[in-house]
Antibody, heavy 120, light 109 residues
Framework: QVQLVESGGGVVQPGRSLRLSCAAS????????MHWVRQAPGKGLEWVAF????????NYADSVKGRFTISRDNSKNTVYLQMNSLGAEDTAVYYC?????????????WGQGTMVTVSS | QSALTQPPSASGSPGQSVTISCTGT?????????VSWYQHHPGKAPKLIIY???KRPSGVPDRFSGSKSGNTASLTVSGLQAEDEADYYC?????????FGTGTKVTVL
């Protein structure tokens, strides 16, 4: 079935780096734009970044611009989020999500999320 | 990239209706017909329930409906059921980026 599975979360010290992965299955990954969305404890959802189906367009939320990098490997059906210079404000559950197959401007498939905790 | 404004909470008895507002600006909600809504039960993945302002994905009951006027979008849940108790988030395309709402906790009394 259509599925997204995130991995790579954990506890990391402030200032360090972490790379998240999101493995897709059940659909033609190389034809879909992919996103990362996060939710800090007790807070709402926050859009983080997107990458076009072929990797030619990417963009980031202002809160992560210059520190996070989104990438994808269509041969591995996987999207990544490289997170550098992590701070306490980056503590959150990180979800990957697929742009809708029908229509636009929405996210129709979500993973279960991976928790990132930034703490010394 | 300021979050869209939603009321923190809303409630209704079973069978009643509840409407949640989502206020943005002309750079997001008002500028595009790409407003979507998500139902989020804690600990689970968010679920898309409305896209492109008022369209429902396959499998979403027609009790869920969406609309937009100017810079404000709205989600109405009619015929409230116990399983509708969840957090609801709006989202809008904002010109090569996206923004979510602050979230509304819906309680079924």
């Amino acid at each position: 079935q259509v599925q997204l599975v995130e991995s790579g979360g954990g506890v990391v010290q402030p200032g360090r780096s972490l790379r998240l992965s999101c493995a897709a299955s059940g659909f033609i990954f190389s034809t879909f734009t992919m996103h990362w969305v996060r939710q800090a404890p007790g807070k709402g959802l926050e859009w983080v970044a997107f990458i076009l189906y072929d990797g030619t367009n990417k963009n980031y939320a202002d809160s992560v611009k210059g520190r996070f990098t989104i990438s994808r490997d269509n041969s591995k059906n996987t999207v990544y989020l490289q997170m550098n210079s992590l701070g306490a404000e980056d503590t959150a559950v990180y979800y990957c999500a697929r742009r809708t197959a029908v229509g636009d401007g929405a996210f129709d498939i979500w993973g279960q999320g991976t928790m990132v905790t930034v703490s010394s | 990239q300021s979050a869209l404004t939603q009321p923190p909470s809303a409630s209704g008895s079973p069978g009643q209706s509840v409407t949640i507002s989502c206020t943005g600006t002309s750079s997001d909600v008002g500028g595009y017909n790409y407003v979507s809504w998500y139902q989020h039960h804690p600990g689970k993945a968010p679920k898309l329930i409305i896209y492109e302002v008022s369209k429902r994905p396959s499998g979403v009951p027609d009790r869920f409906s969406g609309s937009k006027s100017g810079n404000t979008a709205s989600l109405t849940v009619s015929g409230l059921q116990a399983e509708d108790e969840a957090d609801y988030y709006c989202s809008s395309y904002a010109g090569n980026s996206y923004v979510f709402g602050t979230g509304t906790k819906v309680t079924v009394l």
